[in-house]
């Protein structure tokens, strides 16, 4: 059963041609944790550029993460490091092939909460394009 909780999110992108661009965003959100599944979830902001989005992480035993997006954005993303996974990024006028690949994913979460951490390479229709992260921290209300 979910449960409220507050989510703290330092989310770094860093193309190649830029300097890195982080974001910092403190929202409430559910939560559930089970030995070998987690999920949080939490609505965008304007603030994120993503407004009316629910962004959902699912972590699977540790080393599988699937970031689902809903709403005005439509996307499901796989990462397991060292993999190379492909997924459709639809903002709603067309869509981008985003080719990603996990270079880390650290967890250390409980039925408390805790920290995840992610970071992974990203290509555009099949062009590298740079690196994303995320720190996510994660405590229950109440």
Known sequence: MPVPVLITISGTQKFDWDEP?????????EYTYEPGLI??????TEMTGMEGVTTTFT????????????????????????EKHEALYDAGFGGLLLGLCAKNI???LN???GIFDLSYTI???HTACGTNSYHIEIRTIG
């Open 21 to 29: 661009e982080t974001i910092q965003l403190v929202t409430q959100g």
């Open 39 to 44: 999920s949080f979830s939490y609505m965008e």
């Open 59 to 82: 972590i699977e035993n540790g080393d599988r993460v699937t970031l689902l997006r809903e709403g005005k954005v439509h996307s499901t993303m796989l990462f397991v490091v060292g």
């Open 106 to 108: 650290e967890v250390l």
């Open 111 to 113: 039925e408390k909460g």
């Open 123 to 125: 290509e555009v229709e």
